[in-house]
């Protein structure tokens, strides 16, 4: 089974976890890059047949996986190689994609939310990548996800939702095992294009779920007026 994801640093799960009762936990989106990781699993383009390639870590701006202030955007892999290998007939300006880049980004655990029910929520501003084609008709899916991993990651239990504009939640029952690795995040899949091509602009923009943020503020508030209690 082709593996999505990689161990990354899980401790940020905590700055985001609202534990709701013993048996399920909320996390929404983080409001920056600390704690990401990226993944990307390359496979051909289905006019060559659509066999996978390879898999890797890549960093999250390789991604194209990045935050302006608390508002994060997704958007088409560019890859900076001129050769035929990505691009036809080669890379430069107009050039079609010749690979399908399955960029997973995410926030990974291990042994912290085992045996719970996980959901994972935030809201979609926007949403331009979903839609468009290149020039052979290959275009890009994008959902939110859920993954729980063997400890191995030979094999996987996952959940996942589209993401389309408002807000969005989708949630997974974890199995109760502490050495299970739990990503929760999104995945973009579509063909590379050439960057600064017009479709390179083309994004998804997403941020907490509004109530996170209250949440979020409300803990502020609680933390700041303790502190004035203390003086």
Not at 35 to 59: C, H, K, L, R, T
Not at 65 to 82: E, H, K, P, Q, R
Not at 149 to 162: C, H, L, R
Request: proline share 5%.
């Amino acid at each position: 089974m082709k593996r999505f994801g990689k161990t990354a640093t899980g401790f940020f799960a905590f700055l985001t976890a609202t534990a709701l009762n013993a048996a399920s936990s909320t996390v929404s989106v983080p409001t920056s890059a600390a704690g990401w990781s990226g993944f990307m699993n390359v496979s051909e383009i289905p006019q060559n047949g659509g066999a996978y390639v390879f898999g890797s870590g890549w960093g999250t701006t390789d991604l194209r996986a990045t935050f302006s202030g608390n508002v994060l955007s997704l958007a088409c892999n560019t890859v900076n190689d001129t050769n035929s290998f990505w691009y036809i007939p080669s890379g430069g300006p107009g050039a079609i994609g010749n690979k399908i880049c399955d960029a997973n980004f995410y926030n990974e655990t291990t042994g912290v939310f085992q045996g719970q029910t996980l959901t994972f929520q935030g809201q979609v501003l926007a949403n331009t990548l979903v839609g468009p084609t290149d020039a052979l008709g290959n275009g890009w899916t994008a959902v939110a996800f859920i993954k729980d991993f063997a400890p191995d990651y030979s094999s996987s239990i996952s959940q996942t939702i589209a993401l389309t504009p408002g807000n969005f939640s989708v949630s997974l029952n974890l199995l109760n095992d502490p050495t299970r690795h739990v990503q929760y995040g999104f995945e973009v899949i579509g063909p590379d294009v050439w960057a600064g091509d017009p479709l390179t602009f083309n994004n998804i923009q997403i941020v907490p779920e509004p109530s996170s943020i209250a949440l979020l503020g409300l803990g502020c508030l609680g933390t700041l007026v303790a502190a004035r209690r203390r003086k």
